[in-house]
């Protein structure tokens, strides 16, 4: 079982909340708020029922988990857009706004393989390439619970189809969301 849901932090439907808690100025806030209320839906719960903290728990590195559900889930956010997935077992998202990326600004998060297909790439392919594979190895990192500290570049991405990718022994299936035009979302579960 995999759902998910996205919602942009300029939604109308949010402002309320914005207001109640006051954090009408704090994107970060708002970006927690939405993905609590988008987690709510998706597992058909009235809308505020997750806005308090004694619903969740986390682990070492700081990925959060239901603290009475066997739910899993995981949260990811760019510029507006906050993306919520749930599913039967562990997985891992990324979502990214689609933009301008140079490869040398990545090129230590990635493998000599990946590195070689990108570079082989014509430019106006390179930069959404660069921010797939990013989105595959982000998903990967937050599915372990590593996050961003688990080092990107330790996460191989089978290029170009990046349907597979591997960390330390460990592979993990990866799909791909179609969640909006100008953002990429991925999600990651390890293979069974």
Not at 60 to 71: D, E, M, S, Y
Not at 104 to 122: G, S
């Amino acid at each position: 079982m995999l759902k998910f849901k996205t919602g942009r932090l300029t939604d109308l439907q949010y402002q309320p909340y914005y207001r109640r808690f006051q954090i009408e100025d704090n994107q970060r806030k708002q970006k927690d708020l939405v993905g609590r209320i988008l987690l709510a839906k998706l597992i058909d719960l009235p809308e505020d029922a997750l806005l308090a903290d004694d619903e969740f728990t986390t682990i070492a590195n700081g990925k959060p988990l239901f603290a009475k559900r066997t739910t899993a889930f995981n949260i990811s956010h760019s510029a507006d857009l906050v993306l919520v997935a749930i599913s039967d077992r562990p997985l891992g998202v990324d979502v990214e706004k689609v933009k301008p990326v140079q490869l040398k600004r990545l090129k230590r998060a990635f493998t000599v393989a990946e590195l070689a297909y990108l570079e082989k790439l014509p430019a106006a392919r390179q930069s959404l390439a660069m921010l797939r594979l990013w989105t595959v190895k982000e998903a990967v990192l937050k599915e372990t619970g590593a996050g961003l500290p688990g080092k990107p570049r330790t996460v191989s991405v089978n290029v170009p189809r990046m349907d597979v990718a591997e960390q330390h022994g460990q592979r993990f299936a990866i799909n791909f969301l179609a969640i909006h035009e100008d953002y990429l979302g991925t999600m990651a579960q390890k293979m069974e």
